[in-house]
């Protein structure tokens, strides 16, 4: 019986360090996007995906000293050679200015986003996001070399006021659903309402009559 033949193998062995981590893309390898609300449930899934595709992120938050709040970003692989912190504020104009230059693309999730009904909703959510998002389209327009901007939306289009669904109720795409079905017909209804629309259904509706008028009085002298 033949025994096996081995090779033999230096005993030997050197430890190497693990090699940094390289983007899979090479389209995306160097392009700069900014995020805003980084920090937030959907910033932190939009800085997530877009380091798995090669980006390089910005992304801006309230207070990049906390560092408590940014452990989950910062453990996301490619997080250590391509994502950066900003401090911005939505009520301070410009910024956003130094974040945004240098990006190609800009992502605005930055947005504040309340589980309960607020006693002040005009100050604490309608002004911030209306006057943040027109802040981050300031930046942009100085910038010289951002080509795109996203606009993202908010949980609140699935959750709503939040009682609409006992406590743990487990929301998905479709809860929008009845939302966007609200909303069109709240448009709809307040279309109808306005008094430019309402003149111009009352023009209509002379017209049809007018016509159905016209035709029935020429069927009448046919038949006479």
Known sequence: MVAPSTTSTSSTSTSTALPAFV??????SGVIVTVTGAGGYLGEHLVKTLLEHGYTVRGTVRDPSKEEK??????????????????????VPGSF???VEGATYVVHSA????LEVVANPEE???R??????????????????????VLTGSFRAVFGLGDEHPKGYVYTGTCFLGWLLSACLLLLFSIFLSEA???RLVRVISFLASEMGTRAMLRLQILL
């Open 97 to 99: 200015d130094s974040v």
């Open 111 to 114: 947005s504040p986003v309340a």
């Open 128 to 149: 911030p996001a209306v006057e943040g998002t027109e802040n981050v389209l300031a930046s942009v327009q100085k910038s010289t070399t951002v080509k795109r901007v």
């Open 70 to 91: 940014l452990e989950v970003l910062k453990a996301l692989p490619g997080a250590a050679e391509r994502l950066t912190f900003h401090a911005a504020d939505l009520l």
């Open 23 to 28: 983007p899979t893309n090479p389209e995306t």
């Open 124 to 126: 604490t959510l309608i």
């Open 197 to 199: 629309f309402f003149s």
